[in-house]
């Protein structure tokens, strides 16, 4: 089911959105997580994406034109001996500094909210990543501070730790 904003449309990720992970694998655009990936990474997350057993994957497109602006998603973590959600969204550079990132991370809280499962949902951005963190604060996330952050596997960061307690609102 897809969730509308009035800016901004998630459509659960599909089978033919394999482009967008390789759109969003530049140095630009991967510059806060480590850098691109290999062609078999993305098809691998990929695979992931399409079978999340708990949160979902979204491509957010504009909710008038249909036109893809990045993505967005949620799904389970381990962190601090429980499980919580963790979000993580892109927005290709002709999109960026619309609000669309606030619009979609939104749209995300109300969708995993509804998911249920954890009551936490977290973003982990770089504590330089300016504008994701921008993000983070005005889509309502409360900034809990830095922390060590592992991402990819085995690349540590300093990330801040934003969190949308799910069972307020």
Partial sequence: MDIVDARVALVPWGQDDLWLLRRTNSPQMTAHLGGPETEERLVARHGRYLRLD?????????????????????WERRWHGGTVWETGWGVLPEFQGRGLAVRAARALVTAAR?????RCLHAFPRVDHRASN??????????????????PKGHWLTSNDWRVDLGEG
């Fill in 54 to 74: 708990a949160g979902r994957m979204y491509r957010v497109t504009l909710a008038d034109s249909g036109d893809t602006v990045g993505s967005i998603g949620f």
């Fill in 114 to 118: 509804d998911a249920g499962g954890p």
């Fill in 134 to 151: 921008a993000v983070c604060r005005k889509a309502g996330f409360e900034l809990l501070g830095a922390v060590e952050f592992e991402y």
